[in-house]
C-alpha cells in the first residue's frame, strides 16, 4: 500500500487546512487510518485516529473539538479537516495505515501502523 498526503501548505493562525491521505496498491484489504505530525526537534506525535468502518474516531486533546478526520472508501481517501489553527500546529503531517480484522478498531500507536506516507508540511503564521 503506498500513501500519498495532500493539502498541506501556509495558513494564517485561526484558518482552515483539509488534508488528504490517497492510499493506492492493495487498497480492498481492511485498513484502519491513522494521522501523526512532528514539528521541528519534537518526536512524532499522534494526532487522529479512524477505524475501517469510518464511525469509531479517536483525537489528541489538543486538536479534539478542532480538528475532523473522515473517510470515503470508495475513493480509497481519508481527510484531516484543521479548523482554528494555531502556531503550535505547524508541523509536517503524515498518514499511516496499518490491516486490521476489526472494522470498529482504531488505532493510537505509531508503532502500530505497517504503511506511512511522505508528509504534507504545515505551516501556521502570520
Known amino acids: 500500500v503506498q500513501l500519498v498526503e495532500s493539502g498541506g501548505g501556509l495558513v494564517q493562525p485561526g484558518g482552515s487546512l483539509n488534508l488528504s491521505c490517497t492510499a493506492s496498491g492493495p487498497t480492498n484489504s481492511r485498513y484502519a487510518v491513522g494521522w501523526f505530525r512532528q514539528a521541528p526537534g519534537k518526536e512524532r506525535e499522534f494526532v487522529a485516529a479512524i477505524s475501517l468502518g469510518g464511525g469509531a474516531t479517536d483525537y489528541a486533546g489538543s486538536v479534539k473539538g478542532r480538528f475532523t478526520i473522515s473517510r470515503d472508501n470508495a475513493k480509497n481517501t481519508v481527510y484531516l479537516q484543521m479548523n482554528s489553527l494555531k502556531p503550535e500546529d505547524t508541523a509536517v503531517y503524515y498518514c499511516?495505515?496499518?490491516?486490521?480484522?476489526?472494522?470498529?478498531?482504531?488505532?493510537?500507536?505509531?508503532?502500530?501502523?505497517?504503511?506511512w506516507g511522505q508528509g504534507t508540511l504545515v505551516t501556521v503564521s502570520s
Open positions: 499511516a495505515a496499518r490491516y486490521t480484522y476489526y472494522r470498529a478498531n482504531y488505532y493510537r500507536n505509531q508503532y502500530e501502523y505497517e504503511y
